[in-house]
């Protein structure tokens, strides 16, 4: 396979604009039940690995402020368990992040040695590709999707 991490950061009058990609494409992913017998794919199909995920990043940071989007992304894959053989969509979901270090604005008291970050994943709740032909139930493929949809943290820490 491949692995590809591209990160760039510009200062400018507004503040750093930080951009990244984190790409991992696999070629192949084979086993081979006895070491005589002929190797089967282990890509592509449901409850496998997919040969292409991509993480892409834009943020801004000045000061004690900074905030990244993240946009995620999983090719689509075959799916041999309907009827004719179909295909599972490709998905794609949105991160935020907003972050605040006290620390960052040069003086005493309660905020230096504070950060806050409030971070959204999956934020427009996009719903993982439907997988009719689950055998539990579950009508996800859990090896490359959430069922969870948009999920909210808050993380507040102190430092003295």
């Given at each position: 396979?491949?692995?590809?991490?591209?990160?760039?950061?510009?200062e400018?009058?507004?503040?750093?604009?930080?951009?990244?990609?984190?790409?991992?494409?696999?070629?192949?992913?084979?086993?081979?039940?006895?070491?005589?017998?002929?190797?089967?794919?282990?890509?592509?199909?449901?409850?496998?690995?997919?040969?292409?995920?991509?993480?892409?990043?834009?943020?801004?940071?000045?000061?004690?402020?900074?905030?990244?989007?993240?946009?995620?992304?999983v090719?689509?894959?075959?799916?041999?368990?309907?009827?004719?053989?179909?295909?599972?969509?490709?998905?794609?979901?949105?991160?935020?992040?907003?972050r605040?270090?006290?620390?960052?604005?040069?003086?005493?008291?309660?905020?230096?040695?504070?950060?806050?970050?409030l971070s959204?994943?999956?934020?427009?709740?996009?719903?993982?590709?439907?997988?009719?032909?689950?055998?539990?139930?579950?009508r996800?493929?859990?090896a490359?999707?959430?069922?969870?949809?948009?999920?909210?943290?808050?993380?507040?820490?102190?430092?003295?």
């Amino acid at each position: 396979g491949l692995d590809l991490r591209i990160d760039t950061d510009f200062e400018t009058d507004i503040g750093n604009l930080i951009f990244g990609l984190n790409l991992t494409y696999t070629f192949e992913h084979e086993r081979r039940v006895t070491p005589v017998s002929p190797p089967f794919s282990l890509l592509n199909e449901v409850g496998k690995p997919v040969d292409t995920r991509a993480r892409a990043q834009a943020g801004w940071r000045r000061g004690a402020f900074s905030t990244f989007i993240f946009v995620n992304y999983v090719d689509d894959y075959a799916n041999p368990f309907s009827d004719p053989p179909s295909r599972i969509d490709s998905w794609t979901t949105v991160d935020l992040t907003l972050r605040f270090d006290g620390s960052q604005l040069g003086r005493g008291g309660f905020l230096n040695g504070l950060r806050a970050t409030l971070s959204i994943q999956n934020l427009f709740d996009s719903d993982p590709p439907v997988f009719r032909d689950s055998l539990i139930g579950v009508r996800y493929d859990s090896a490359n999707a959430s069922p969870f949809g948009r999920y909210i943290s808050l993380r507040l820490t102190k430092r003295w």
